[in-house]
């Protein structure tokens, strides 16, 4: 890597504004998996042994630019403070007066916990007044929020133009392991995408098709797929305005030799609830007041074929809403064929991806669990990522 780290700098008795991606999945206010946090910790604790005033900042889900009230940082400032067996100090705003005060205060090894820079509309608009008065708070700028290192916004890039920027050990470390993975690619190369940011994601398959020779296609992203061929989706997650472009995809795919596989069987769920009433139907029989949440058991097994032929695998995006254990069988299956074939090289990732991997118990045969999901997605396209390209060269 060739951005400067916090090795490279003076911390000692700086204020540092460190972005980290604390964006961890919540169940009514608990937090159901710790890992972007844990992940954070090294940077964390190099900076409160080496005398740094630590104000830590993330974003939670997304509250588009207002106050809400479930996404506030309380359960990750408590988990936090855990994890580091030391108090962490926390504010009901990222800016402002409540803000400075507590800066203000900080002594060398105190680490403070901003809130939700997501509930100032400035954020994701990356205005200059807000990147401004976050950098107003600090002397030096750390970016260790990998996971959101795709997103130009104000305390993920436009910060960085107004104090000196450098990278934190996780941002260090995904983008070493990633490049590595992916440089030369072992083959064959096989991409799994699902999850349910439909929007943010499609548009990788695109570049990842001059890459890979399978290309597997699950969870909510299927269904515009499966709709671009002309079949009913019911009440499934459906981009409308992305079904021309999936079309465009798979006859791509069918040009450039890239083997594209999609769900054969899916299962189908009456409701949106653990309890719903559910059956396995083929792809080209969904019925038009259910809506599809998993893939079905012919598809485990296709995939898992799939799978134990690749050399190298990168997954990211559940196959179904694993949350729920009703559907969680297809992700499942994924994560225990990446875990049984040992000569394929397991690249997970993304927030929800991990998680998944996590509670099955399967996170330690992975070989790379990443804290990113589109911001993997978009680093293994070879787009430059705004959060590292602001950050100081070597
Ligand atoms: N068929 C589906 N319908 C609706 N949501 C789905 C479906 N399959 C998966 N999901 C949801 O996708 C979410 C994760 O998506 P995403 O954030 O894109 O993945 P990641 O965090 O791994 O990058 C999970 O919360 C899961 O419940
Ligand atoms: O959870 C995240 O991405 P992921 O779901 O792709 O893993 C990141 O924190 C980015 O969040 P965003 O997609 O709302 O910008
Ligand atoms: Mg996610």
Redesign the pocket.
Known sequence: MNKKTIRDVEVRGKRVFCRVDFNV?MEQGAITDDTRIRAALPTIRYLIEHGAKVILASHLGRPKGKVVEELRLDAVAKRLGELLERPVAKTNEAVGDEVKTAVDRLNEGDVLLLENVRFYPGEEKNDPELAKAFAELADLYVNDAFGAAHRAHASTEGIAHYLPAVAGFLMEKELEVLGKALSNPDRPFTAII?????K??IGVIDNLLEKVDNLII??????TFVKALGHDVGK??LEEDKIELAKSFMEKAKEKGVRFYMPVD?VVADR?ANDANTKVVAIDAIPSDW?????GPKTRELYRDVIRQSKLVVW?????????EA?AH??KAIAEALAEALDTYSV?????????VEKFGLADKMDHIST???A??EFMEGKQLPGVVALEDK
């Open positions: 999945p699902g999850g349910a940011k439909v943010d994601k699950g969870g909510g992203l299927a269904y499934s997650l899916v949106f809506e599809a949440l998993d893939i990211n995006g559940p196959m179904g809403v694993f949350e729920m559907f297809g992700t997970i990732g993304g927030g929800d991806s991990a998680a998944a990113g999901g589109g993997s997605l």
